[in-house]
């Protein structure tokens, strides 16, 4: 076995830049499935991968798949040489020491330890492997992020060592949560966050079998930086970031407002368009990608995290999950367009140089409240003119003034991962758990 290649990371290789997966191609579907029976296809996948990567059942003793991810297979085993290394990553074991006597902290640990092995599938390119272990590597410290034990190479096959984080498949608590554990949730996955924009990383593809949450412990930790990427990595400059003033001034002399100017009812469009197509990574999950990754924004910064945390706050508020399931970008534009309406879209492409026109009807000029949405996806319509005005809580208002500042199309008015950790909605979480602190007091004293 040797160590992880390194190379050093320049260029996004041409594959990542049109990368896209779909919500439901993942299984994410980990438990603690130590005392499960195993599939026998499962055994057999894990016999090959032993034999086949020379030594590496020295290490680890492979115990079961726990998760199937679109660049990766990830399997749960034994670290059997636990004890022969310092171990800062396991967050348990610092946990359980502390509460032992100075004589029991001396001595080794007994207990099995788990890791995740996550064997990164040999086509991805050398540049992608290294890119997503150098960025958990510098990320190893950071709050709710799971930090990388090691890593190893064994001819084309490399395989990342993970603490094991026990969490349940989001699909069997999203749609029960409370709107108190939705804080909670939040809370966790903003930390993360927070620590990873500290550092100006971009994970890219948040979502939820990305962020392994113990519901138990209202604790999660953020896993999968694939697709991460530092900020200013392949910019070039986008209308966005130009001074308000320049921007207008662009805008009105397009040949998009010329055209308009002169009554054309609808966009003319050049015959043959010589102008290069324009190219921007817009790698990530579709369905929680931010509108300016589908306009293709050439400058995309951290913000685009802080939408994707905004799809999954909309999937628990509404207890639809997927929320979005387009087909391609175009598709996924129109769905946020469903929602915010057209005149909305249209200034958030011009934000970024571009023109947004649709000649659907069905799409109204200033979309639906989420407030509605919510409404209408949790069944509570009001149809019935008569009955009482069905409303969303008081809680409920709550997280939508929150939503509204992560579902912000235009990033730079979106809030931050620092500032949302500062919002009411979140702050609240605090004060509800000290509360639950109290009521624990009062039962015990
Ligand atoms: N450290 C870990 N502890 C427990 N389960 C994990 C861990 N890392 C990944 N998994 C499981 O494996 C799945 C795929 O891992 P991920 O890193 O997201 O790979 P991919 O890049 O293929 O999506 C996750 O959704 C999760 O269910
Ligand atoms: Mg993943």
Redesign the pocket.
Known sequence: MAKARTQSMRHIDEELLDES?DPLE?????VDSSDEEIDENVADEMGRFEDSFIGINKRYRLINR?????????Y?AEDLEYNKYENRWDVDERESRKWQSPAGRKRQSRRPH???I?K??VTSSPIRIFN?LELLHDLKNGDSV?PLVTAFRHQDQVV?I??????Q?FRDYYRDMTVSEMRLYMKSLLTALRSVHQKRILHR?VKP??F?YNPQHSRG?L?????AEREGTDWHKCVCTNALEDRRYQIAHSVYMQNQQAGHPTTSYPKTDNRSSRRANRAGTRGFRAPEVLLKCTQQNTSIDMWSVGVVLLTLLTRRFPFFHSADDIDALLEITTIFGRKKMKETALLHGQVFETNVPTYSENGHTLEKIILWCTGRTNNDKTGPKKELTPEEKEAVAFLYRLLECDSAKRITADEALHHAFITKAYEESEVDDELVDLVEA
């Open positions: 997966t993942e299984s994410g579907h980990t726990i998760g199937e991810g679109t660049f990766s297979t990830v749960k788990y890791v995740a996550k990164i599938y997503e799971c990342a993970l603490p094991y984080y026990q969490h498949d593809d079998t990305n392994l930790v896993v999968d930086f694939g697709l």
